[in-house]
């Protein structure tokens, strides 16, 4: 269960102001993916993370941002120009990037925008 | 892109009888297919996969079914138990792509007394 983390548990914003949500994995994995879901909708791929200094637009990717300055860490901000912010924000690891590499998922972030 | 399809979104099943659940997908390049169980509240975890070179995996109670020509598999449940109910998801893996996972809808399984 433990390895990666996400914080905090639950968010509160108001619209307009931007919002950072924290992961953080100490399995020493190369790939990191950010996930939205959404009732009824699965989940859906914002942003992934081959290794460290380098990322990609997953799906679902305007009005997200990230960065990946460590290898443990892969913090997603949620902009002011994403429309429908309110989700709830899984961040998974994987140990490489190649398929069939099981991701380990995080606890989650509920974000709701007031 | 990939597009994974699931159903049913909801399954009601009596304990003991068995739950299956399908998924379709669009891209014939995909080559990997887990399963995840979520509980209410909790973070999803992978319960079985199964690669493309292979056509079926048990593992105690649950299995996968590949048909690559039909681009389907599903996920068989036996002998289901209360502990069973949670929401499931398939996903497919295009090589090359990252590890990136298309996922289904979701499918929200009741096991009733």
């Known amino acids: 269960d433990g390895g990666i983390t996400q914080s905090p548990k639950y968010l509160f914003r108001k619209e307009g102001q931007n919002v950072t949500l924290s992961c953080e994995q100490n399995l020493n994995h190369d790939a990191m993916y950010w996930y939205r879901q959404d009732p009824g909708q699965g989940l859906r791929l914002i942003y992934y993370?081959?290794?460290?200094?380098?990322?990609q637009k997953g799906d679902i990717a305007e009005g997200y941002s990230v960065s990946r300055e460590k290898k443990e860490s892969f913090p997603l901000t949620v902009t002011s120009a994403q429309k429908n912010p309110t989700a709830f924000y899984l961040c998974?690891?994987?140990?490489?990037?190649?398929?069939?590499?099981?991701?380990?998922f995080g606890p989650g972030t509920r974000l709701t925008v007031l | 892109g990939e597009n994974v399809e699931q159903h049913p979104s909801t399954l009601s099943v009596q304990e003991g009888d068995s739950a299956v659940i399908k998924c379709t997908y669009s891209d014939s390049a995909s080559n990997y297919f887990p399963w995840y169980k979520q509980e209410l509240g909790k973070r999803p975890q992978l319960i079985i996969d199964?690669?493309?070179?292979?056509g079926e995996k048990k593992d105690q109670r649950i299995a996968v079914t590949l048909n690559k020509t039909a681009k389907h598999f599903s996920l068989h449940i036996t002998e289901t138990q209360p502990e069973d109910s949670a929401v499931y998801f398939c996903?497919?893996?295009?090589?090359?792509?990252?590890?990136?996972?298309?996922f289904g809808t979701g499918t929200q399984l009741k096991v009733e007394l």
């Open positions: 998974a690891s994987s140990i490489r990037a190649e398929t069939g590499n099981e991701q380990f």
């Open positions: 199964i690669r493309s070179n292979v």
């Open positions: 996903a497919a893996s295009i090589p090359g792509g990252g590890n990136k996972l298309t």
């Open positions: 993370s081959q290794i460290v200094n380098d990322f």
